[in-house]
Structures are given as structure tokens and as C-alpha cells.
């Protein structure tokens, strides 16, 4: 009797520790009731990070939307949640079951996950082609069972390091979802939109009940244009509290390359590593028409760290690798298990080398317990503690084609040269740029026809140190035509040139960023499929205490005094050019003294007393500035006068030299952010005599019945000549005797016969006394003539004093005489 009542004592304390076992488990899984506000304000913080803008949600059981990024030709990269065909194969839409409550099944002793699954395949002329594990009724439309779609992948798992090892039931995402609407049994709220290409976006937003967490899984295209679907997952801790939560990301999916619908073959073919810890890849081969490859990667913000390829053997822990040869046991090393310091074998394949077989591990295949390689593989991340307010995001790229076409991964990277082992860039730092292309693609070839990388403003091409041929204006603009292959010969491309952060930085920055796109354009090889990819970096600059703008620009008084002033003009000659320089700084730092300086080039001459700073005179163009406060434009104004003829960019740029700020920063020289140019025009063909002399005197003589020659004592006034074309020319002066100016006074003319009359002393090389008697035929006034453009010419010297002898006849009668001598030019050939 003693005996039963201890053994039912006993039985009710076990009863009673089950029971508080049991309430202590209840009490941990219940959460508090979220509203659909709480939805809308996680929804809210993470439109910050997920980078698409005009997010709607799709309510009322809403049916699954496809996207597709094109390959070539028929073919395209098609992305969804949940199902994407139809009974025959062809690509449909219409699965209504991604927002219900994903469940956790087992079907033939493999987990499944059914409801809102990623899916992600290739749309081969509008046929589905599977690159992801489908079970047979994976599609829409009368007996299927689109909820099936992709059921054996786990998608997103959140691992804590308490010994679940489940990823499926324990710490997948989907399967623990709270419930939303229990009317309409949703767990889950659908959201479409477009990124910035105008390419559809997917997503799924939940409450993690397992962490206290809401979380959002993103499909979208890769921005670069590339047939690559990033799929993100961002969690974020709302708690108002101060612990954060701890968890541990990891991302499992089965392999499928598969292009017939319904087929359960095991696709069994190897998976390779890209290399440099960036992911994997497989190919299909000749197993299936058309071959195809399928290729992950953590080229993305977010990517995940470690990687594993593995089969699909002991589903439910993602950590394995599989069975070696057909053994029974688990291969042990390596594998990819929760840990927060993970150990050598404990990273997977991520140090392996380019082309390692992830599926043979000691020279065995790495199989499933039927001797088969069911390839599928993990992703991991580092462990995180997740604050509350905080958001975290996991990424990873998936991309595919078939055989013959081209998958393009363009790329854009820099390093500063000035700063090296820098984490931060400043004004004044060279950079230099890497444009990168590599064909993912496979047995294909792309044309790379050409590459245009705009500079922002804040970026200035060092034109001295980057090829020319890259060069095109302010911009990387080149047609490199290169062939670049996907398995061998050329299969990558690089570019590179320098470029330096200049002043203008901190006032183009976003969110302490510049952003840099260049555009990549080419071809599939004897392809007309030409296509434009982009690769954009963000540029982290510094904002300096000694914050400024110092430019310089023009406008044609003359043409346009009223008008604005730009980086250049035009302007003629004799055209009045104004220059304005400003100076304005708005940071922490004043300028508290510097020297402006300039220098006007040629064609252009500085306007006399047209110099001034804040509207103060300066006497020349190099004068002290002395303290110029922040926050106002300061502004050095001149003039100056076109004096070129010839066409031509008259450029130049002013300086600030010798700065001191008020904190003690000096700057040997700063100049003006660009040069302000005055494209002068060519001043029209012309030759013209600026001025002629007035007055050849030959003094007075009585003539006492003799015959006199003269000499002239003086030529009053010069002569000067323009002549604007690059050519040979002489300068003739005649005298007509019998003309209607001939020397005569009161109408009588000196000479009255056909005699000489006039002569003129024409210079040569030889000697200057070359006399030569005037006549109507115009003689040279120097005998081998002029050359070249030129202008307000003084010729003088040729026609001065002794330089013209006159004959006065014996018969002469007394008078004033005066005449006129005729003066030309005209092109000769020397």
C-alpha cells in the first residue's frame, strides 16, 4: 500500500513538472497582437534600404506578378514568388497562395515549404525552364498546385546556435510568420513596384515571430541591366526596448536546370566555384536542348559570406555536404553549420580556387544515399546582433542563360592613389577607376562596342595620366570593339584612368556620396541585339572645413552687355569681353588671405581701369584679396578687348595663390574650377590702307631758268597697312601726269610734257638709292615685296624723307604746286 501511494505521488509530480513545462513553452511563443499599423510603420523603415520608391501593396488574396530581364533573342530571366506556368509549360502568372501561411510538409521524406516561395527560371521562347527544383504540379490552373513551387529550396532561414538544426520547421523564415488577417488566412503582405530602369519589383513583408522581427524578402532586377535577380532579405527589430536579437542568416536552395516541366529527373550535374569567395555555378551540358548555366553570387550590398555546394541529402540540415561514395555517414568536413567564429572546416567551399568541382570531395562524387548528385547549395552570413531601430540586409544575385548568349557583368571599382590605406576620400585626392566586363554567360561571345562614363560634378578626368583614346571632352567616351568570351580566350575586359575629387565635391554630394555610372554597350557576337548595361559606385567624400566654389566665366559686352555670364563666349574683334570671378565659401573655415592672380591670352587685351573686386578698383590683374568672409559671393570683376583676328579659343584661368584660412590651413594655389573661354572668330579677309601720308614736301626753289630736281624734306603722316591673309604681297604707289590729279597750281601743271616727273627711291636688299620714275604702272615701294597677316603694319619708313625726288622744269612758273599720287596692294607670287 506504501508502495502505491509513493509511485502516485510520484506520478503527479511528474505530471505537474510536464505541465509547467508546458506552460513555460506556451508563454514563451506568445507575442503581442500586431496591428496593421504596426505593418505599415515597419513598411515604412524599410522603404530607406530596399531602393524602390513607389512600392502598393496588393490586398485581398492578391495572385502572384512575373518579371523578366531579357537575355537575347527569345529568351529571358523570369523572377516571381510562387508559381510561373501552366499545365503545358507555358509562362503564366495567377498563383493566389503566396500570402497564406507557408506550411511545413514532408513528401517522400524530403521537407517541403509551401506558400510564397522564390522562384526564379529561365522563359525560353514562353516556355518555362526550370533552373530551380519544381515538384510536378508546381503550376497554375486546374490540378495544380502552385503553392509547391520551388517546395524543396528553404529559402531564408534565421539560425539561433541552440542546437536546432531544422531549418526548415525550426528557423525558416516563411513558416514562421505571424498571422496577419485571419478572414482572409494571410500571413504575409504583397507588394509590386519598379526600380529605377522601370523593371518590376516583388516583395513579401512578415512578422518573424521566432526573433520578434519583421522581415522583407525582395525580388528585383539587377540594376545593371544584366539577366541577375537580387533577392534581399531585410529584417528589422522594432522593440522599443534595449536588448537587441541575435540571429544568424542562411539561405539553402535546390538546383533544377530542367526544361521539361513535370520531369523528376535528379539533374546530377557538377557545380563549380567562381573563385575569390564569390560564389558558384553549374551547367546543364548536353543532359538538355538547349544547355543552360545557372550562377550565384555576393556581388550586391548585403552578400552573403560563405558558401557551400552540396546535394540534397539530409534535407532538413542545410550544414551538410553529403555522403562520399556512396557511405552512409555524413561527410563532416567540410560544412557550413550555424557558428558565430567558424572554424577552417567550417566554411564551406568558400576558399576554394576558380573551377574547383564543389561536388567531389577527396576524389569521391559527393552523392545522396542513392549514389546520385541532387545538386543544391547553402549561403551563409555572419551572425548578427540586431539592435532595436536597427535593419539588416542579406543578399545574394542568381543569374542564368541558355547556350550561345551572353551574360555581360559589368562593373565599376576605384582605389585612391592619393591616400591609400585611407577610409576616407578628400578634395584634392587622385582616384583611380576601373571599368570591368566579364561574360558570365555560356559557350557565347559579347561584343563590347562601346563604354561612356560621364563625370560627375566633384570628379575632374586627370587627362595627363589616362589614356587619350579613352578620353572624350569632360567625359570616358571609347569604342573598344572587343570580343569577350564566356569559356575561354578573352573573358574579361578591364579599363582604367585617374580622376581627381575636385572642390565642387562637397556641393554634388548624396548622402556624403558622389555617384559615378558608367555605361557599358555591346552585342551577342554576329548578333543585331545591341544593349546598354550600367555599373554605378558611390564615392564617400569628406566635407573639408575650408568649404568652397571659385569660378570663372565671360559675356560679350558688346553683343550682350544685359546678358548672363557662362563658360565661354564668342567674340570678334575690337568686341569688349567681360570676365567674372567668384569666390564663395560656406564652411567652418574663412579664407583670411590669398593673391589673385591672372593673365589674359593672346587675342585679348586687358580694357585700362576695368578692374575691380567687390566693386573696389585694382590696379592690374595681380593684387591681395586680403580677408573675404563665408557665406557671400565675392566677386572680381575686368574687361577685356579682343585684339585677335584669326580663329581661335582664347582660355584661361585665374588663380588664388598663397591662401591662409583663419585655422591655420594654407593652400599654395587654388584655381578656378574651370577655364572661361572666348572663342574668337576669324576677322573677315581684308586688305586696306589704315592710313596714307598727307603731304610729300619738297621745300620751295627759285628755278632762275634752270631745271631743278628735288628732294623731298619731309612726308607728313604714316603709312600703314593691314593685310590679313598668310600670303605674298606688294604695296605699288603711281602717278598719273596726264590724270585729273596731276602736280600743277592754279591749273597749270608742273610738267607738261610726257617726261619724267615724279620718282621714287624703291628699297631692296641691295641699296636704297633704286630710283625709279612714277608713271600710271604702279611701282613696288620695296622690290621683293611683303608676307604673311598682317595688321596696322607701319611702312613708314619705305616713303619718308629722301625717298622721293621731283623734276622742276627751267620753264616753271612761280606757284604753290600740288598733286596726288595713287597707292595699292595686291597679292603677288614670291
Known amino acids: 500500500m ?9 506520478l503527479f509530480i511528474l505530471f505537474t513538472a510536464l505541465m509547467m513545462i508546458l506552460v513555460l513553452n506556451q508563454t514563451a511563443l506568445n507575442v503581442k497582437a500586431l496591428s496593421t499599423g504596426d505593418y505599415s510603420a515597419a513598411e515604412k523603415v524599410f522603404e530607406n534600404y530596399d531602393g524602390i520608391t513607389n512600392w502598393k501593396l496588393q490586398s485581398n488574396s492578391p495572385s502572384n506578378n512575373i518579371g523578366n530581364i531579357p537575355i537575347g533573342g527569345d529568351v529571358s530571366l523570369g523572377y516571381t514568388f510562387g508559381a510561373a506556368r501552366d499545365s503545358t509549360g507555358k509562362i503564366v502568372a495567377g498563383d493566389n497562395t503566396i500570402t497564406k501561411q507557408s506550411a511545413y510538409t514532408m513528401n517522400n521524406s524530403v521537407p517541403n515549404v509551401s506558400n510564397g516561395k522564390i522562384n526564379i ?10 533552373i530551380l527544383h519544381q515538384g510536378t504540379d508546381s503550376y497554375n490552373g486546374t490540378g495544380g498546385s502552385p503553392q509547391n513551387a520551388s517546395d524543396s529550396s528553404i529559402d531564408y532561414a534565421l539560425l539561433t546556435g541552440n542546437g536546432t538544426s531544422n531549418y526548415y520547421s525550426g528557423m525558416n523564415v516563411l513558416t514562421n510568420l505571424s498571422e496577419i488577417d485571419s478572414s482572409a488566412k494571410t500571413y504575409k503582405q504583397y507588394y509590386t513596384g519598379t526600380d529605377a530602369n522601370g523593371v518590376a519589383a516583388f516583395k513579401l513583408l512578415g512578422y518573424y515571430s521566432k526573433r520578434s522581427v519583421f522581415v522583407e524578402i525582395v525580388l528585383k532586377a539587377s540594376i545593371t541591366g544584366a539577366p541577375i535577380v537580387q ?4 529584417v528589422y527589430n522594432p522593440s522599443s526596448s534595449t536588448s537587441s536579437t541575435q540571429f544568424q542568416t542562411f539561405y539553402g536552395e535546390d538546383t533544377g536546370l530542367n526544361p521539361n516541366n513535370g520531369d523528376t529527373t535528379v539533374d546530377n550535374v557538377p557545380m563549380y566555384a567562381i573563385g575569390n569567395g ?12 538547349p544547355a543552360s548555366k545557372l550562377f550565384v553570387t555576393n556581388n550586391i550590398n548585403g552578400g552573403f559570406q560563405d558558401f557551400m555546394g552540396r546535394i540534397l541529402s539530409n534535407p532538413t540540415d542545410w550544414s551538410v555536404k553529403g555522403k562520399q561514395n556512396k557511405s552512409t555517414s555524413d561527410i563532416t568536413a567540410p560544412k557550413l553549420p550555424w557558428a558565430s567564429n567558424p572554424t577552417s572546416d567550417q566554411d564551406g ?12 570531395s577527396n576524389g569521391y562524387n559527393v552523392v545522396n544515399s542513392a549514389g546520385l548528385q541532387d545538386s543544391a547549395y547553402t549561403l551563409r552570413w555572419p551572425q548578427t546582433n540586431l539592435s532595436p531601430g536597427q535593419v ?16 555581360p557583368m559589368v562593373s565599376k571599382t576605384y582605389t ?23 561574360n558570365e554567360g555560356y559557350q557565347s561571345a559579347w561584343t563590347l562596342t562601346k563604354i561612356l562614363d560621364n563625370m560627375p560634378e566633384g570628379l575632374t578626368i586627370d587627362k595627363s595620366t589616362t589614356q587619350s583614346t579613352l578620353i572624350n571632352g569632360d567625359a570616358i567616351d571609347f569604342n573598344p570593339n572587343t570580343n569577350i568570351n564566356s569559356d575561354s580566350g578573352v573573358t574579361s575586359a578591364s579599363y582604367t584612368f585617374d580622376a581627381t575629387i575636385n572642390n565642387q565635391a562637397p556641393y554634388y554630394l548624396t548622402n556624403g556620396n558622389l555617384t559615378n555610372t558608367a555605361y557599358f554597350t555591346g552585342n551577342n557576337v554576329n548578333q543585331s541585339d545591341s544593349k546598354t548595361y550600367k555599373a554605378s559606385i558611390d564615392v564617400p567624400v569628406e566635407t573639408p572645413t575650408f568649404k568652397y566654389r571659385f569660378t570663372k566665366q565671360v559675356r560679350n559686352d558688346t553683343t550682350d552687355p544685359n546678358g548672363t555670364f557662362s563658360s565661354k563666349t564668342t567674340g570678334k574683334k575690337d568686341d569688349i569681353i567681360e570676365y567674372n570671378v567668384n569666390f564663395t565659401s560656406n564652411g567652418t573655415s574663412t579664407l583670411s588671405g590669398a593673391n589673385f592672380a591672372d593673365s589674359l591670352p593672346d587675342g585679348l587685351e586687358l580694357v585700362p581701369g576695368s578692374i575691380t573686386l567687390d566693386g573696389t578698383a585694382k590696379d592690374s590683374l595681380n593684387f591681395s584679396v586680403g580677408s573675404l568672409s563665408n557665406n557671400s559671393t565675392h566677386v572680381i570683376s575686368f574687361k577685356a578687348k579682343v585684339t585677335g583676328i584669326e580663329a581661335s579659343t582664347a582660355s584661361n584661368t585665374a588663380y588664388l595663390n598663397n591662401v591662409l584660412t583663419n585655422t591655420g590651413q594654407q593652400y599654395s594655389s587654388i584655381a578656378t574650377e574651370a577655364p572661361a573661354d572666348v572663342d574668337i ?12 601720308p598727307t603731304t610729300i614736301d619738297f621745300g620751295s626753289v627759285n628755278s632762275a631758268a634752270l631745271e631743278r630736281t628735288l628732294s623731298n624734306v619731309s612726308t607728313t603722316g604714316k603709312l600703314i597697312i593691314t593685310h590679313t591673309a598668310d600670303t605674298p604681297f606688294q604695296v605699288n604707289v603711281s602717278y598719273d601726269n596726264n590724270g585729273d590729279h596731276p602736280i600743277a597750281s592754279n591749273g597749270t601743271k608742273l610738267i607738261q610734257d610726257n617726261g619724267e616727273s615724279l620718282l621714287f627711291n624703291q628699297a631692296n636688299s641691295d641699296t636704297d638709292n633704286n630710283w625709279y620714275p612714277l608713271t600710271p604702272d604702279p611701282v613696288p615701294i620695296k622690290s621683293d615685296g611683303f608676307s604673311g597677316s598682317l595688321t596696322n603694319y607701319d611702312l613708314s619708313n619705305y616713303v619718308g624723307a629722301n625717298k622721293w625726288k621731283l623734276r622742276v622744269p627751267a620753264d616753271s612758273k612761280a606757284g604753290a604746286y600740288s598733286g596726288q599720287v595713287t597707292w595699292s596692294m595686291n597679292d603677288s607670287i614670291q
Open 278 to 289: 564569390q560564389g558558384l555555378y553549374l551547367m546543364s551540358g548536353s543532359n538538355y536542348q
Open 349 to 360: 567551399d568558400t576558399n576554394d580556387a576558380a573551377g574547383t568541382n564543389l561536388l567531389i
Open 681 to 692: 572668330e576669324a576677322a573677315p579677309l581684308t586688305t586696306s590702307f589704315v592710313e596714307v
Open 121 to 130: 527560371f529561365l522563359n525560353y521562347n514562353g516556355k518555362y525552364y526550370g
Open 392 to 407: 539588416a540586409e542579406f543578399s545574394s544575385t542568381i543569374g542564368a542563360t541558355v547556350a550561345g548568349y551572353a551574360v
Open 231 to 234: 533577392r534581399e532579405l531585410y
Open 416 to 438: 585612391n592613389l592619393t591616400s591609400p590605406n585611407s577610409t576616407v576620400n578628400h578634395v584634392g585626392d587622385k582616384l583611380r577607376f576601373s571599368l570591368n566586363v566579364k
Open 2 to 10: 506504501k508502495r502505491n501511494k509513493l509511485v502516485t505521488k510520484l
